[in-house]
């Protein structure tokens, strides 16, 4: 079952998650009245991402529909897991390395150590001079990071590459970080910026 048919499925709820389910799909069966509201192609995403985006901006800044869409986002994770271990969620990076020389590239991974250490391997690997844009410390980071690979799919380059605009990167940062209270978040200011390179031979991405 996807995520947006599990949402379809609350509708007759009485709890916050119903008022949303109900929101959600008069947006979805109104969708041709309304493009402005469509902020994805991805309208039965399996991703918390797809429908974050989906919704109008004003509506994504209400904080109980953010409260609600998160809500059911971890209902629907216990669903899918049922019959596994799922009360302890593993906790760790979600990281975002941007090629220095190219614009709108992103490594989109996950690790449990130090992205700034991660960053060095992956220059070295690579052969690439990257720099870290940003990253999540948070639950459920295996999860989040195969949902972002799903989100980001038609931008794929290769493997955990992908040309995105950095908005959208944003946007996800923002999106995820809602699903956990102690999340931690690392913004880069552009002046404190120190680049993590490799000198040797860059990537192609022609």
Same mark, same amino acid.
């Given at each position: 079952?996807s #995520?947006?048919?599990?949402?379809?499925? %609350?509708? @007759?709820?009485?709890?916050? #998650?119903?008022?949303?389910?109900? /929101?959600?799909? +008069?947006?979805?069966?109104? =969708? !041709?009245? +309304?493009?402005? &509201?469509?902020?994805?192609?991805?309208?039965?995403?399996d991703?918390?991402?797809? &429908?974050?985006? #989906?919704? !109008? +901006?004003?509506?994504? %800044?209400?904080?109980h529909?953010?409260?609600?869409?998160?809500?059911?986002?971890?209902?629907?994770? %216990?669903?899918? *897991?049922?019959?596994?271990?799922?009360?302890?969620?593993?906790?760790? +990076?979600?990281?975002?390395?941007?090629?220095?020389?190219?614009?709108?590239?992103?490594?989109?991974?996950?690790?449990?150590? @130090? !992205?700034?250490?991660?960053?060095?391997?992956?220059?070295? %690997?690579?052969?690439?001079?990257?720099?870290? *844009? /940003?990253?999540?410390?948070? /639950? &459920?980071? @295996?999860i989040?990071?195969?949902?972002? &690979? =799903?989100?980001?799919?038609?931008?794929?380059?290769?493997?955990?590459?992908?040309?995105?605009?950095?908005?959208?990167?944003?946007e996800?940062?923002?999106?995820?970080?809602?699903?956990d209270?102690?999340?931690?978040?690392?913004?880069?200011?552009?002046?404190?910026?120190?680049?993590?390179?490799? /000198?040797?031979?860059?990537?192609?991405?022609?």
């Amino acid at each position: 079952m996807s #995520f947006t048919a599990y949402i379809k499925k %609350q509708i @007759d709820r009485s709890d916050m #998650f119903g008022d949303y389910a109900r /929101d959600f799909k +008069y947006i979805l069966d109104n =969708l !041709p009245l +309304y493009p402005e &509201h469509r902020g994805t192609d991805e309208i039965t995403s399996d991703t918390l991402l797809g &429908h974050y985006l #989906f919704l !109008p +901006y004003n509506v994504r %800044q209400r904080e109980h529909t953010q409260a609600e869409l998160c809500g059911l986002w971890k209902e629907w994770l %216990q669903y899918k *897991h049922i019959g596994f271990r799922f009360s302890s969620p593993k906790k760790g +990076y979600v990281y975002f390395l941007k090629l220095e020389n190219e614009n709108g590239i992103f490594k989109v991974g996950r690790t449990q150590k @130090d !992205p700034e250490k991660r960053a060095w391997d992956v220059a070295r %690997q690579e052969r690439a001079k990257v720099v870290v *844009h /940003d990253w999540l410390l948070i /639950d &459920h980071y @295996d999860i989040i990071e195969k949902e972002l &690979h =799903l989100a980001f799919k038609k931008n794929q380059l290769m493997r955990e590459w992908f040309r995105v605009d950095v908005n959208q990167i944003d946007e996800a940062i923002l999106a995820y970080s809602l699903t956990d209270s102690e999340c931690v978040i690392r913004v880069r200011k552009e002046e404190d910026d120190e680049d993590l390179e490799f /000198d040797s031979e860059e990537m192609s991405f022609s």
